[in-house]
Every structure is written in structure tokens, then in C-alpha cells.
Nanobody, 121 residues
Framework: QVQLVESGGGLVQAGGSLRLSCAAS????????IGWFRQAPGKEREFVAA????????TYADPVKGRFTISRDNAKNTVYLQMNSLKPADTAVYYC??????????????WGQGTQLTVSS
């Protein structure tokens, strides 16, 4: 089992940048595929990005391609989401999730509590 804690959210102006972190407990972090999701008020949770166990493979949702970058540091048990050129539409609670199933993962077993990102216009 793995426990996930997101951090780095906050208030940023449109066009700005922010980096979210997802810190995981346990020595088996490197065996988990990690995904980022977000949920805006009144909307369903949506996929944002995911990264494979080694970090070699990544995938992104169309709305964030070219603006967001997911990366991981297995030595620090941490996954990052670098977000650039932020838009008000990016405002949401961002969650990281982990799973040990095959890439790409459809249903993640473990979830963090989320961190709020607000982008002002």
C-alpha cells in the first residue's frame, strides 16, 4: 500500500507557472505508475497526466499538452507536475493517484487528498 500527499497548490495569475508535488510513503514507490487528475467545481474528475514506473513513458490529456510536464524522482519518492501558461480553466483540485497495474492505468487504486489550484484572470 502507498500513501500520497499532494502539495504546491495555490493562487496564480493566468499565464503563470506552478509546480505540484506528490510525495509517497513506502519503499516500493518505484513500482507504482502515478497519475495526476483534477476536479473543477461542478465537474467530474478528469485525467491530466501519468508517468510510468521508470519515468520513461508519459501521457497527457489534450487540454494540458505542451503546457504541463510530469516527472518523477524515485529516490525522493516524489512525482511532480510542472504547470506553465496556466489558464483560469485549469482551476481545480488536483489529485495524484498510484497503481501497480500495467501501463497505461485506467483505474487507480490509491489517491491523495488533493491540492487546490486557482488561476485568476
Amino acid at each position: 500500500q502507498v500513501q500520497l500527499v499532494e502539495s504546491g497548490g495555490g493562487l496564480v495569475q493566468a499565464g503563470g507557472s506552478l509546480r505540484l508535488s506528490c510525495a509517497a510513503s513506502g519503499r516500493t514507490f518505484r513500482y507504482y505508475i502515478i497519475g495526476w487528475f483534477r476536479q473543477a467545481p461542478g465537474k467530474e474528475r478528469e485525467f491530466v497526466a501519468a508517468i510510468s514506473r521508470s519515468g520513461i513513458s508519459t501521457t497527457y490529456a489534450d487540454p494540458v499538452k505542451g503546457r504541463f510536464t510530469i516527472s518523477r524522482d524515485n529516490a525522493k519518492n516524489t512525482v511532480y507536475l510542472q504547470m506553465n501558461s496556466l489558464k483560469p480553466a485549469d482551476t481545480a483540485v488536483y489529485y495524484c493517484a498510484a497503481d501497480q497495474k500495467s501501463w497505461p492505468v485506467v483505474d487507480y487504486d490509491y489517491w491523495g487528498q488533493g491540492t487546490q489550484l486557482t488561476v485568476s484572470s
